[in-house]
């Protein structure tokens, strides 16, 4: 507020400071140059002879005491700074902030209402207001908020903000918009390209997102977002031992990283290094014993490696977590069929096939299952629902069929007629982005 | 012929005596030897017989009591320096410099140390910083017993021994005149043990020790090794150091070297006290109490590689040393290594270990090493031996065997039955408190985050998850203070250097 009396003129003889704002010139040097301390002395100096008068010396110890953490006693002073200079919209924004920071969302949007009857179109009062309203979960209006605040002022803040909101929402395009908009403001912010690379994995379209990631890479090489990402990309095309360079170099910044342990056990999985995964995918579990995915993955691995007491230990400890999953039960059917408890195999295919209508691989897997118990009626009328669904997949997915399944497909078709030794198959499973 | 009759066939009281004593039946030759004085009071070895006797009925080994009260860790002052190197020192040890596992994966006791696999009277597990603090820890948090004001377990002994003697102690110490006993070796090595261990009276019994050296012409080392035993419990450690170098001198043992180092320990000089440990072996090699002491202060230090490979070391030597089964085992555990921990563990059940505690890690290596037709058996063994202190360690574990088969609900009980039997477990409010915010009650969360985090304030678990909640609805400034709290626990967590970075950029922003 009193930064104007910074630089003096020149001209004739010095000018008379009124004694109150005398050294803010000082105070705010100290301040930009983050000596707090020296600051701090001149700062109570300057209260001391104005009698807790000098608006601009509480102005930056309230500054200095939200850098530490204090927001409490930040707010205190803002808001006698507020009662000096009550015409003055940074006091008042200063003063909502702390509300904001405090938690007490609702407070700090009637007084930006207020600063913003002082300074009209400030894109500070419009971001901040969005940003309370999305705490308040009121969506549509902190878009709104936001969007006006882009209007003024475009800032990387408010859009990373509005991103949000959508992700919030489930709208993954129009996040996607405002996360390109934001790149094309800063070009040089790594994290907006991992956060628009990682959405773009995640709508399946690989290319833009490797893109994105390599850019961000390229800004930041140690940036362990971008590199479990690419890693994870790298990792569905089968490169594992690339993966896995990349992931020595997120290693050493995030040691205890369920995710990243777990993209490590899978690139080993998919090494066939059966051993060194599951000891990776443990640790990962160890770490975070909540995830379902990790617990899925060892139970993929265990069944792999034919131990299939322990895959359903894994599997059914996976589908306690994530219960609305096809794929689990169907691992968990096969992993019961080897365990010689064909009823509840049974009932898991037919939870598996409900959950999951698009996946041919349940309808085969179960088709092979009821062939082996020798009921034929059933077996073909799910292996016509296998072919039915593989149609449907060849459409949309094109050629990313695995060739395992239309192997063991084929060789299924003559054997419901003449009978023949079979195998199962579990596919691979690619790993998650975090 | 009178007394013919009295006793029929006696045996010679002396040696019936004599032998209880070599059979270890304390009480019985204290009660022979009390007949025999009251015959004849003046009968100098049934006299020297009871002293030995009751000796041993409350003897402990003067090597393993090390025990320090919250006095002797605040307010005396033997540390040479004041801020010594890290790796140099018991007090400050340096980080992680050994490759150990780190907090985020071996838990930490309640003063922040890696949990160790053997718990011993001198297990100090980490010091407090303030008499206040010290006071308002849990009593149990620093050594293996509960803290006392001063070394605690000496006043014990001596008031035991009074009670154990209905009519009046038998020797009244006041009432020696030392300087005759000195004299007569026989009689002032019994002499000055019962007044050392039985009546715990350190002053007497110096003076005993140091008029016999006199007599000895300072030639007996025993008696310097027991000058110095006085002058350790005086807290006169430097008079204790001299008198054992004196001791190693005259002649060599693996005691003396035992107490040179522990003093050397008391002295924080860690490498002193590993080269004492050395020259030791040097002389006596394959000692294993020897390697064994090397061995706990490397563990002391963090410097676990080095730790494992001389309890390796000791097994080589001594295969059934529990001390170093239950170490390494540990050590194996908590790097992702259940199945050899399990092995190891195993053996100590061959060996006849039979407690709660064994049984609840034997639950656990199983469970995480995937043998789970055994899991359940070892938490039930280990539930019907617990004693109130272990029960809620037990249900802790079994609420973690519960969060692994994905079982909420009874993990929630598990954890509420550790907090039933025990109820400042801080690491069950903690997790109660995970699962609370899971349900998305975050109020109950936060009430049992908070109180994990009152209780032990080195654990950084609760202090992370307060912060992450805290952040999570929006108040910044007790997401600040608990990601600073958990950052003094465990200052490598990427977890809370990230969230503290953006919550200064938060607090930077305009």
Not at chain 1, 266 to 288: D, E, N, P, T, W
Not at chain 2, 275 to 286: A, H, I, N
Not at chain 2, 321 to 336: G, K, L, S
């Amino acid at each position: 507020p009193a930064k104007r009396s910074e630089a003096p003129k020149r001209r004739g003889k010095v000018p008379d400071l009124p004694v109150f704002e005398r050294r803010n010139w000082l105070i705010h040097m100290h301040y930009v140059r983050k000596e707090f301390d020296k600051c701090k002395v001149l700062i109570k100096e300057q209260l001391f002879e104005t009698q807790y008068m000098c608006e601009y010396a509480l102005y930056a110890q309230a500054l200095i005491l939200r850098q530490e953490g204090k927001i409490q006693e930040s707010l205190d002073l803002f808001q006698q700074t507020v009662k000096i200079n009550p015409f003055n919209a940074d006091n008042l924004k200063q003063v909502a902030r702390s509300l904001f920071l405090l938690a007490r969302h609702k407070a700090a949007l009637e007084v930006y209402n207020e600063a913003a009857k002082l300074s009209s179109k400030d894109w500070e009062i419009y971001h901040n207001q969005g940003v309370c309203y999305l705490y308040l979960k009121d969506f549509e209006k902190a878009k709104d908020c936001l969007k006006h605040a882009i209007q003024y002022h475009r800032h990387d803040a408010s859009f990373l903000q509005l991103g949000k909101i959508y992700l919030m929402e489930g709208d993954i395009e129009s996040a996607i918009d405002t996360y390109k908009k934001a790149i094309e403001f800063s070009p040089e912010n790594p994290d907006l390209m991992t956060t628009l690379g990682l959405l773009y994995l995640q709508i399946g379209m690989t290319q833009r997102a490797f893109e994105y990631l390599g850019n961000a890479m390229t800004y930041d090489p140690s940036h362990v977002k971008a590199i479990l990402g690419a890693g994870s990309m790298i990792q569905t095309h089968g490169d594992f031992d690339v993966a896995l360079t990349k992931y020595r170099i997120a290693a050493s910044k995030i040691p205890e990283s369920p995710h990243m342990w777990n993209n490590i056990g899978m690139c080993f999985f998919g090494k066939k290094k059966y051993v060194a995964a599951i000891s990776c995918l443990k640790r990962a579990a160890y770490m975070a014993p909540f995830e379902w995915i990790i617990i899925y993955n060892l139970g993929l691995i265990h069944l792999t490696m034919q131990q299939y007491a322990s895959a359903f230990h894994f599997l059914s400890a996976a589908i306690t977590l994530k219960p609305k999953h096809g794929q689990l039960f169907q691992l968990l059917a096969i992993a019961l069929t080897h365990l010689d408890d064909h009823d509840n195999a049974k009932q898991a295919y037919e939870q598996a096939i409900m959950l999951d209508i698009d996946d041919p691989a349940i309808s085969l897997n179960y088709a092979i299952f009821l062939y082996n118990m020798e009921d034929r009626k059933q077996a073909s009328r799910h292996f016509a629902a296998y072919e039915k669904k593989m149609e449907v997949f060849r459409k949309t997915k094109g050629g990313d069929i695995e060739r395992e399944i239309l192997e063991t497909g084929n060789r299924l078709g003559p054997a419901l007629q003449v009978g023949e030794k079979l195998v199962w198959d579990a596919e691979a499973k690619t790993t998650r982005i975090p | 012929m009178a007394a013919a009759v009295q006793l029929p066939m006696q045996m010679d009281p002396l040696f019936l005596s004599l032998s209880f004593f070599r059979r270890r039946k304390h009480e019985e030759c204290v009660d022979v030897c009390t007949k025999m004085l009251q015959k004849n009071p003046y009968d100098q070895s049934a006299w020297c017989l009871k002293t030995r006797a009751l000796t041993e009925q409350v003897y402990v080994d003067e090597v393993d009591v090390d025990e320090e009260g919250i006095a002797e860790m605040l307010m005396d002052d033997n540390a040479v320096a004041q801020l010594p190197r890290p790796g140099t020192s018991l007090k400050k040890p340096g980080t992680g410099a050994g490759g150990g596992p780190t907090p985020g994966v071996r838990p930490m006791s309640q003063a922040g140390r890696p949990v160790s696999g053997f718990v011993r009277p001198g297990t100090q597990s980490g010091r407090p910083g303030t008499m206040e603090q010290a006071i308002r820890t849990p009593r149990t948090a620093q050594t293996a017993r509960p803290v006392t004001s001063a070394s605690g377990r000496y006043v014990r002994l001596g008031t035991a021994s009074m009670l154990a003697q209905p009519d009046g102690p038998f020797i009244n110490i006041s009432k020696l005149n030392l300087s005759k006993y000195a004299q007569r070796p026989n009689l002032a090595k019994p002499l000055f043990e019962y007044i050392f261990h039985h009546e715990n009276d350190v002053r007497n019994a110096l003076e005993l020790a140091s008029r016999a050296t006199e007599e000895a012409q300072f030639k007996d080392w025993w008696w310097k090794v027991q000058l110095a035993k006085c002058y350790y419990r005086l807290g006169m450690y430097r008079d204790s150091e001299k008198q054992l170098k004196s001791a190693l001198r005259d002649t060599e043992t693996v005691d003396t070297y035992l107490y040179l180092g522990k003093v050397y320990r008391r002295l924080d000089q860690p490498l002193t006290a590993i080269e004492t440990y050395k020259k030791g072996l040097e002389k006596f090699s394959g000692e294993t109490t020897l390697m064994t002491g090397i061995a706990r202060i490397h563990e002391e230090l963090y410097d676990m590689n080095n730790a494992v490979k001389l309890y390796k070391e000791v097994l080589h030597y001594d295969n059934t040393h529990v001390e170093a089964i239950a170490c390494i085992a540990t050590n194996h555990f908590y790097t992702d290594q259940p199945e050899i921990a399990l092995r190891f563990y195993r053996r100590l059940l061959q060996m006849g270990v039979y407690n709660s505690e064994l049984f609840n890690n034997l639950g656990l290596c199983c469970f995480y090493a995937q043998q789970y037709d055994m899991t359940l058996n070892c938490f039930e063994r280990a539930l019907a031996l617990a004693s109130d202190e272990t029960m809620p360690d037990v249900w802790y574990n079994i609420g973690h065997v519960a969060l692994g088969i994905g079982d909420m609900a009874l993990a929630y009980q598990c954890f509420r039955l550790a907090l039933a039997s025990q109820n400042d477990h801080a690491e069950a409010y903690n997790n109660l408190g995970v699962l609370e915010m899971r349900k998305g009650h975050n109020d109950q969360a936060r009430a049992f985050l908070q109180a994990a985090a009152s209780l032990s304030s080195v654990m950084y678990e609760p202090h992370y998850n307060h912060a992450l909640l805290s952040f999570k609805i929006g108040d910044l400034q007790s997401s600040y203070s608990s990601a600073n709290k958990a950052m003094e626990g465990y200052p490598d967590h990427s977890d809370s250097q990230q969230l503290l970075k953006q919550l200064k950029e938060d607090f930077s922003a305009l």
